[in-house]
């Protein structure tokens, strides 16, 4: 049973089956209609975004399986606040503000990709970004609001 691995990068909910896709799955006999439906389903929240999509195809049963990646955090992070791009310096240059409610939203499509499980120290990572990029939070300094949210000024938003 030979499984095959077919690596794509398609913009969220918008995969179709020309190329990359359909002269890849192709040869492997399985219905390209279908991957592509499922691909789009799964990436549909990321759309304006570019998602590594892996579709293993089993030769033999004709049957598929879709894994999606995530963009990075800063590109969540740029969607979420509408930039096109971060600070080149983040310490002189404040490029943008995020809501701890974007925050959240962002933390929750990359918690599986991120070190942590909690959702608080998730946000932190998140956060983290945010303050590399020269993005405050709720219109303050990274630093502090990780300090509000080890004093559990946020408890309520980042319940896990």
Do not use: H, W
Request: aromatic share 2%; with cysteine.
């Amino acid at each position: 049973m030979k499984m095959t691995e077919i690596k794509v990068l398609v913009e969220g909910g918008k995969a179709s089956a020309g190329a990359p896709l359909g002269p890849a799955l192709g040869p492997l006999g399985v219905n390209i209609g279908d991957v592509v439906a499922q691909i789009n389903e799964k990436t549909k929240s990321y759309a304006g975004m570019k998602v590594p999509v892996i579709v293993e195809v089993d030769a033999g049963t004709k049957t598929f399986e879709i894994s999606v990646g995530s963009p990075p955090t800063s590109a969540l992070i740029k969607k979420e606040i509408g930039l096109d791009k971060g600070s080149s310096n983040p310490k002189a240059e404040i490029k943008g503000n995020i809501s701890m409610e974007q925050v959240k939203k962002v933390t929750e499509m990359k918690i599986e990709k991120l070190a942590s499980y909690k959702m608080k120290s998730a946000a932190k990572e998140v956060i983290g970004v945010c303050n590399s990029m020269g993005i405050t939070v709720e219109g303050k300094p990274a630093r502090q609001v990780i300090k509000e949210i080890d004093e559990g000024k946020f408890d309520e938003q980042l319940k896990d």
